[in-house]
């Protein structure tokens, strides 16, 4: 959970865009995700488009994000290019479960199962 303290010595842009890269780090934020429109994350910790806008480029410019015209901004996909497909996949396997209104521990069990070439209990 991302929070900007107003009374920091440091600015807004730079506590986002430091929480945001400890994220991706961490692993809390995996390759491929999809991050907020730069509004709706405005919004929602009550900070001015702009300052969202400028931890997003600081974060674009390091190659941690990228923008991916009207689809979105993601995290960064690392690795070899095998990796980087199964990233994608991953990221709209999420997307479709969020569809389909799926909580994650049932989206892993079918994950799982289909692994392990069964059908997943109910």
């Known amino acids: 959970m991302i929070v ?3 009374r920091s010595p440091v600015p807004p842009y730079e506590q986002l865009r430091a929480q945001l890269l400890d994220a991706v780090v961490s692993g809390e934020l995996a390759p491929g995700a999809r991050l907020p429109t730069v509004r709706r994350l405005a919004e929602d910790l009550a900070l001015a488009p ?3 806008a400028r931890a997003y480029r600081e974060l674009e410019a390091s190659r941690v994000i990228e923008t991916r015209g009207r689809n979105g901004t993601f995290v960064s996909p690392h690795g070899d290019p095998a990796r980087q497909e199964a990233q994608r996949a991953a990221a ?3 997307e479709q479960m969020r569809m389909l209104r799926l909580d994650a521990d049932e989206a892993l069990a079918l994950v799982a199962a289909a692994l392990r070439g069964t059908a997943a209990a109910s």
Do not use: A, F
Request: without cysteine; glycine residues 12%; charged residues 20%.
């Open 92 to 94: 709209r396997y999420v």
């Open 4 to 6: 900007v303290d107003p």
């Open 50 to 52: 702009g300052t969202v």
